[in-house]
Every structure is written in C-alpha cells, then in structure tokens.
C-alpha cells in the first residue's frame, strides 16, 4: 500500500503495522539513509506511539495501524529523512525506566547518562538522612527526577540558564509526579543562595568544543540546542564556572558528580582536585572502557 508523504497531500489510510514499516524502510533507504540505523528509527517510533515493547510490536506486526498514527506517519518519516531525531517526533525519551517529554527546546537524554544516575544511586548509604540534590543544567530534567523517582530521601533543586528547557523539565516532574523538587534559572551559580549548600551535585554540561560544531552528526546540528552541547576553552568553560565555587556549595561530607568528554579525564582531575582540595576526586569509564564521569567526594572534617 503507498502513502503520499508529500507536505499537505497524506490521507488516513488503513494499514497494518508490517505495512507501514515496509514502507517506511523503502523510503529512508531509497533517501540515502542507513538501513539498521532506519530500521532501529522506525520501531522507536512504533514502540513508542503504540506504548509497546519490541517483543509485542512483534506479535502484533498485522495487527491495523491505529488511524491517528497513520495519520501523522508520513510526516514522521518526512522527518526522518530530515534527520529529525526520532525523539522529537515522538516528543518522548526513554530514560532509566521513564519517559521523559523532550523537543528542541532541551538536549536528548542519552544512555551514556544513565550510567552516571547509576553511579549515583549506588553510592548513596542506607540510613542517610533527608539529603539535597542539585542539578546544574537540568535540561529536560532526566537526570535529578530520575534520582528523586528512585530515593524519597532526596530533596532537588534544578537550574538551568535557558527558561525554555526549565519549562520542559517542570512538565516533566508534574506528569511523573516527582515531589520535592524546585527549579531555578540560572546561569551556574549566578542566581544561586551564596549560602545554600548540597549533599549531591551533579551536572551533565556542555562540553564539546565549539570548534568541533561543525564535525557534529547532521540530526544533532539542525536539531539540538547549541546551548546544551557547546563550550569554549576546548569545551571546559562551563566546568571551570562550575569549579570556581563549588567547594562552598558542597557540604562536609558532599559529592559532585560530572559526565565529562572522553578526552578531558586528566585536565578536569586537576582543575576539581585544586578547586576543592579536601576531595578525592575518581573517573569512571562507561561501558566501551572511556572516561566519561568524575566524582569529587569529601570526606569531612
């Protein structure tokens, strides 16, 4: 069965979800596009609009293409071939169990951040009392309401310089009723309670290079938000603003946690290690072996 993708002319068609996958296979590759990479694209959005795992959508590959998918299923593969990130057209990011609401306004939650929540979660003790959380760039807010859906003892607030993304993550928290959360602008620390201070921070900031914008993926340039990914100072300036004041804002016994470029481990050893000299501050690799996450860790007086 075709479909007409062309802007303003789709029809709701019946079609089953084997047929609609076919077809769309057929047009991304026909655009030039990688097939498992198109394949893998395709079932995203399948899954996702169908509320499904891989194994049901399977099951039910016969099975009629509800008709308000069909309805925009051309338009969805339009932006495919785009290179639309399949997450926008859903508006919808898998994250550590939940789904969290993204578009353009805020950067694409990835699995390599996943690991850092886990790193985390595991250090933190039972019996703890009642410990604050802080956010630094809390884009789509996947990172701190992760942490607040999985422990009650944690209390977060999340800033981030860019309104547009703290709406999103406000959204977010309301739609998974995570509590005990606050939500501030700002630019790092600028708008900050000079006093306030956290037993965790933790921050997934801009780090690559600004001069590197253009070796960028097509679907990540025309698509995410420069604010989110970009830095100066070989994409460090947003963990030296961090470093300058973070001594003060950990407590005694404190822990920051950062995911970091995979060729910045050693300088940001260095530059944590002086900003606060109390610590021990650790890389971790994620799981092909790179360092991707650094914690600074007191351990009081």
């Known amino acids: 069965m075709m479909i007409n993708n062309n802007a303003g002319k789709s029809q709701p068609v019946k079609i089953s979800i084997l047929e609609a996958r076919k077809w769309a296979l057929t047009e991304l590759t ?5 097939e498992s990479e198109s394949a893998d694209n395709i079932d995203f959005l399948l899954t996702g609009a169908l509320g499904i795992n891989y194994g049901m959508l399977r099951a039910n ?26 997450q926008y057209l859903l508006g ?6 939940h789904e969290f609401m993204v ?14 929540v886990e790193w985390i979660l595991k250090d933190l003790k039972p019996g703890m009392d009642t410990l604050k959380v802080l956010d630094i760039g809390t884009g789509s807010g996947a990172i701190i309401e992760t942490l607040l859906l999985a422990d009650a003892r944690l209390q977060g607030m999340a800033l981030d310089i ?79 603003t961090i470093a300058q004041d973070l001594g003060q804002h950990l407590t005694a016994n404190g822990r920051a946690y950062f995911e970091i ?13 002086a900003a606060v000299p109390d610590a021990e501050v650790t890389l ?17 007086n």
């Not at 026909?30 to 990688?34: E, I, S």
């Not at 309104?163 to 993550?169: T, W």
């Not at 690799?285 to 914690?295: A, T, Y």
């Open 30 to 34: 026909a655009a030039g596009l990688d």
């Open 92 to 97: 919808l990011a898998p994250f550590y169990g």
């Open 162 to 240: 860019s309104e547009a993304a703290l709406n999103v993550a406000q959204r977010n928290a309301q739609r998974l009723n995570v509590a005990h959360i606050s939500f501030i602008q700002s630019d790092v620390w600028q708008n900050l309670d000079q006093q306030a201070q956290f037993d965790i921070i933790v921050s997934n900031p801009p780090y690559i290079d600004v001069n590197q914008q253009a070796k960028m993926d097509q679907s990540v340039k025309d698509y995410e938000p420069d604010l989110a990914l970009y830095a100066n100072n070989q994409g460090l300036a947003i963990y030296q």
């Open 284 to 300: 971790k690799q994620d799981f092909s072996g790179l360092d991707r996450m650094i914690r600074v860790k007191r351990h009081g």
């Open 261 to 273: 470029g995979y060729d910045q481990g050693p300088t940001l050893v260095e530059l944590f290690q």
């Open 103 to 116: 578009d353009e306004r805020v950067l694409i939650p990835r699995p390599e951040t996943e690991q850092l």
């Open 61 to 86: 590959i016969t099975r009629m293409l509800p008709e308000n998918i069909s309805q925009v299923w051309p338009q969805w593969i339009a932006g495919l071939i785009n290179r639309r990130p399949p």
